[in-house]
């Protein structure tokens, strides 16, 4: 399995990104996948999860603010990140619900105060 995440950078705080995680060599349709993120220091969070039929769960210092979804055709999960805050920098992964895949590079977000 590899796991590409993209779509990171630098934004101001209050603004958007959109991240994108393409998963290949797994049966993505029916694989519950996740969102994850570290900042330097931290150990590794779970930010948002979502089962192969839809179902979505948030952890609550994003709850409101981001949005998870999936596009089975594309083996590609997303994560919308609205009024992003400074405490949202950080490295952000994505992998399996239940994290068994192999972690890629990740995404760098910075948002600047």
């Known amino acids: 399995v590899q796991l590409q995440a993209s779509g990171g950078g630098l934004v101001q705080a209050g603004g958007t990104l959109t991240l994108s995680c393409l998963a290949s060599?797994?049966?993505?349709?029916?694989?519950?996948m996740g969102w994850y993120r570290q900042a330097p220091g931290k150990q590794r969070e779970l930010v948002a999860g979502?089962?192969?039929?839809?179902?979505?769960n948030y952890a609550d210092f994003v709850k409101g603010r981001f949005t998870i979804s999936r596009d089975n055709a594309k083996s590609t999960v997303f994560l919308q990140m609205n009024s992003l805050k400074p405490e949202d920098t950080a490295v952000y992964y994505c992998?399996?619900?239940?994290?068994?895949?192999?972690w890629g590079q990740g995404t760098q977000v910075t948002v600047s105060s």
């Open positions: 992998n399996s619900r239940a994290a068994v895949f192999p």
């Open positions: 060599g797994t049966r993505f349709s029916v694989t519950a």
């Open positions: 979502i089962s192969g039929g839809g179902f979505t």
